[in-house]
C-alpha cells in the first residue's frame, strides 16, 4: 500500500497493518487484496456476482471481523453483496466501511449492500465508518444498503460514521428484529461543502417484547444538505424509540422525518427530533479560556458527535 491507501485502510478497517492472524478481508479498487480465516470464522467469495459470504459457527465467542474497502483510483464503480450467517450463542465485532481518495477527475464510488442473518442468543457489534479526502471538485460517493434480520433474545449494535469528505452518500437500512431481542442503532453524520447525506431506517419490531433505539446525531455546515428518514413499526407487545438531534450552521439544510406505525395496542413508539444552532453560551465559554471562534466551534462540534 502507498500513504495514501494507508490512511484510506487506518481510518475505515481500526486496524494499522494487515493484520498477521485474525479474520479480515481488504478489498482494493474492486478487486480481493487479502484475506485471513480461522476455524470459526471462514469467508467465502460468491461465485455469481462481486460479494462474500461470512460465516461465523454456533457458540462463537470474542472475536472480531474486519472487511475494510479501499478505493484510490478515479472512475471505481465498486458494487459488493455481502452476506453474513451468524449462528446461535455467538458474541463478534463486525468492523466495514470504506475510503475513498478521488485527485482525478472521474466519479468514485462504492456501494456495499450487506445482508445480516443473526442467530439466537446473539451479541453482534457492527461498525460501519465511511471517509473520503481529495479533490472537492470530484464526486466521491459511497450508497450502502443494510437489511437485519434478528432471531430471540438477541442484542445487536449497529453504529454508523461518516465525517465529511464523502460528496454524496444514500443509506438504506431495513431491519427485522425477533423476540426478546434488542437492534441499537448509532448515527453520525457530519457534511460540509455542497455535501449530501441521507439516511432511511425502516425497523419492524415483530417479535414480543423486541426494542428498537436509534440514535443519529448530525452536523451540517456550508450548502450542505441532511435528510434524516425514519420508519418504526410495532406488530406486537414491543418499544421503539428514535430521537434525531443536528446542528445546524451557514447555509445548510436539515431535514427529518419520522412515522411510526402500531399494529398492536401494546406497541409503545417514540420519536424526538431537534435542530439548531451551536450554543453561542458555550461558545463564548471556551472562547474565554483562550481559544479562537474556530477553534471553539470545533470542540463543541466534537463533542457534539461522540
Sequence with gaps: ???????????????????????????????????????????????DKEGIDI??????????????????????????????????NCDILIVAGCGIHNAGQKQSSHNGIHTFHIGDNCKVKYVEKHFAFGDKKVKKVL???TSIEIGKNSFV????????GVSKSDRRTKAYV??????????????????????N????????????????RSVAGNKSKQEFISNIIGRKTCFGHVECDGILSENAVICSVPKIVAFSPEANLVHEAAIGKISQEQQQK???????????????IKGFLN
Design 1 to 47: 500500500m502507498n500513504e495514501i491507501e494507508k490512511k484510506l485502510f487506518e481510518e475505515v478497517s481500526g486496524l494499522h497493518d494487515i493484520p498477521q492472524v485474525g479474520v479480515f478481508n481488504i478489498r482494493e479498487n474492486g478487486k480481493l487484496l487479502a484475506r485471513g480465516v480461522d476455524d470459526e470464522i471462514n469467508i467465502v467469495s460468491k461465485k
Design 55 to 88: 460465516f461465523v459457527k454456533e457458540n462463537t465467542k470474542n472475536k472480531s471481523v474486519h472487511i475494510p474497502v479501499i478505493v484510490s483510483q478515479e472512475g471505481i464503480n465498486d458494487k459488493v453483496y455481502n452476506d453474513f450467517f451468524i449462528g446461535n
Design 143 to 145: 450508497d450502502p444498503i
Design 157 to 164: 449494535e449497529m453504529e454508523t460514521v461518516q465525517l465529511g
Design 178 to 199: 425477533g423476540d426478546n431481542s434488542t437492534l441499537i442503532i448509532k448515527e453520525k453524520i457530519l457534511t460540509q461543502d455542497k455535501e449530501i447525506a441521507k439516511t
Design 201 to 216: 431506517f425502516v425497523v419492524e419490531l415483530n417479535g414480543e417484547n423486541s426494542k428498537v433505539d436509534v440514535l443519529s
Design 286 to 300: 471556551l472562547m474565554s479560556m483562550g481559544l479562537t471562534k474556530d477553534e471553539a466551534e470545533k470542540v463543541i
